[in-house]
């Protein structure tokens, strides 16, 4: 299995706090995407970082920053917390070469905004 | 930028008989295509991958998809459906020659019936 953790795993907050969550991968993969994971919707892509500090926005990024410092961490950060961002969400990593596109997840963060 | 539509939210079929998942995708470019399958309560796995080479693809668990760019479509087929794999299946489109998200579809929810 391709070595991706994240953390929390749990986590439930209250409107308006600010929330992150980490990936961390061990694969020293360029390519590393955040989804939200919501009932009826499948998997939407928030953001994505394909280097170091290089990232740029997914299909629903509205509320939710990014940052990476490093090639083994990505951040998510949501500044303001909102009922409607309560979800799981996956980090997942992808490597280059015939493997294109082909992406390792995480375990998902399950995020609670009450 | 690239698009998957899946056709069916939900697909109902009795164990024995063949499955049929359909696809459709939008990309500008020679895109990667992906099926995931997901297990209640479980990560997401990789069933198969097209990546420029062999039209008809064969994946793990019996199942494969045929590659068609006139019909722009990705279906993935089974001949027998076993009760295993009542899943939740995404259709995953990825145009690394474009740019680099990848992109999920909204999921057909498998249901095998005894």
Known sequence: ??????????????TGTPVTLRCHQTENHRYMYWYRQ????????????????DTDKGEVSDGYSVSRSKTEDFLLTLESA???????????ISGRGQDTGELFFGEGSRLTVL | AQSVTQL?????VS?????LLRCNYSSSYSPSLFW?????????QLLLKYTSAATLVKGINGFEAEFKKSETSFHLTKPSAHMSDAAEYFCVVS????????IFGKGTRLHILP
């Open chain 1, 1 to 14: 299995d391709a070595g991706i953790t994240q953390s929390p795993r749990h986590k439930v907050t209250e």
């Open chain 1, 38 to 53: 919501d009932p009826g919707h499948g998997l939407r892509l928030i953001h994505y970082s394909y280097g170091v500090k």
């Open chain 1, 82 to 92: 909102t009922s409607s961002q309560t979800s799981v969400y996956f980090c997942a």
């Open chain 2, 8 to 12: 069916d939210s939900h697909v109902s």
């Open chain 2, 15 to 19: 164990e024995g008989t063949p499955v």
């Open chain 2, 36 to 44: 995931y399958v997901q297990h209640p309560n479980k990560g997401l």
């Open chain 2, 95 to 102: 145009d690394r020659w474009r740019d680099d998200k990848i």
